[in-house]
């Protein structure tokens, strides 16, 4: 922060070029671009403090809260939505959790903000106990905040340093938001990943969704597949036409989103499984084998054991989305029968050092 932002941009263009040099990238189209600031969708903070004056932000060196509720990253929505829950907090007397001591209840706040401006709001607690005073009060928090669709909230017994626990407890009618994106409705359930920047995960998809339409592709499948976001941009609304897709994860959560984003958009040549995605692909019976793979996995890649079976695979065309070009690197030197012949860099994370990068892989013809 504090470096102009071209300058972060081309940073980030000479970085990623730099790790896929030894590919020999076909074609690198112009990064896509942020808004500098007010550009997250989903605000993670952590709660500190007491319980009649919290802290909504982050802790120091010694585990007390720092506020940031005017944190610029934050959409607009957000930091006006932190006041009203602050609030709440003290109004529902429920403690912050104090990492010294291991007291209190509330460990952290999720809110996550649709295209449209309605809200998830989400409380991380160290138990069930301030459930009922939650309850009790929350038509004060919807009556501050109208534009809240879904609260919940999550429970983490464990004293670590995690985000969330398994356990949700949904308090609103509605069970999820709705994210709307280019012509496609995904609905994201309080569990689910979803990309953080909505108008560069809007143009990632779009990008995605041409670059893949020129291929004309009769099979797809879409690892590591979340909320649906590739799957639902490549799948056609024409039952006789358009690719089959499969969309593979882990996440029962995420999955569950998905399907219900499938069957609201009336897509019958798209499911969606959970599962692991390197099992499913070394599993699939050989008549199964797509001709095209869409990969968009974790920090970590997608590891030895995939990148060898798609290297040894008759799979065409292979589309790598990335939030580590390092990683991404690494795969790509376990797959060189498939060639990068086009790539781009968007700004998902404007202010970091972080990026997305997006590549279209071909199968070299065999000399």
Not at 1 to 9: I, L, R, S, T
Not at 78 to 100: K, M, Q
Not at 286 to 302: K, T
Not at 317 to 331: G, P, Q, R
Request: one cysteine or more.
């Amino acid at each position: 922060m504090g470096e102009p932002y071209p300058a972060q941009v081309d940073a980030k263009q000479a970085k990623a070029e730099q790790l896929l040099a030894p590919f020999g990238v076909g074609t690198w189209h112009p990064p896509v671009v942020s808004g500098e600031r007010d550009y997250r969708n989903k605000a993670k903070m952590v709660v500190g403090g007491t319980v009649d004056s919290p802290t909504i932000g982050i802790l120091d060196a010694d585990g007390h809260g720092v506020d940031l509720q005017a944190c610029g990253i934050c959409s607009p929505g957000h930091r006006a939505a932190f006041g009203p829950i602050s609030r709440f907090i003290t109004l529902a007397r429920i403690t912050p959790y104090d990492v010294p001591s291991r007291t209190g209840e509330l460990k952290h706040l999720i809110v996550t903000e649709s295209p449209d401006g309605e809200l998830m709001v989400r409380f991380v607690l160290r138990s069930t106990e301030p459930v009922a005073r939650i309850r009790k009060h929350l038509p004060s928090l919807l009556a501050d905040l109208p534009n809240t669709r879904v609260v919940s909230v999550n429970v983490l017994p464990e004293h670590k340093a995690v985000l969330e626990g398994e356990h949700e407890i949904v308090l609103t009618e509605a069970q999820t938001l709705s994210m709307r994106l280019n012509d496609v409705t995904m609905h994201l359930r309080p569990q689910s990943f979803f990309q953080t920047n909505t108008a560069i995960a809007a143009a990632l998809y779009a990008e995605a969704r041409d670059w893949i339409t020129d291929l004309a592709p009769a099979s797809a499948w879409d690892l590591y597949s979340g909320v649906g976001g590739f799957a639902l941009h490549l799948a056609s609304d024409d039952p006789d036409s358009g690719p089959a897709v499969t969309g593979i994860e882990t996440s029962v959560e995420a999955v569950a989103s998905a399907e219900l984003s499938r069957t609201d958009a009336a897509l019958h040549r798209v499911r969606f499984a959970a599962g692991d995605a390197t099992r499913f692909a070394l599993d699939a019976p050989e008549a199964d084998v797509p001709d095209l793979v869409v990969v968009n996995p974790p920090r970590r890649g997608i590891g030895a054991e995939l990148s060898g079976w798609l290297e040894t695979s008759e799979i065409c065309h292979v589309l790598y989305s990335s939030c580590n070009a390092t990683s991404l690197a690494k795969d790509l030197a376990a797959m060189p029968s498939l060639r990068p012949v086009r790539a781009r860099v968007f700004d998902m994370f404007p202010q970091t050092p972080h990026f997305e990068v997006m590549v279209l892989l071909e199968r070299v013809a065999a000399a």
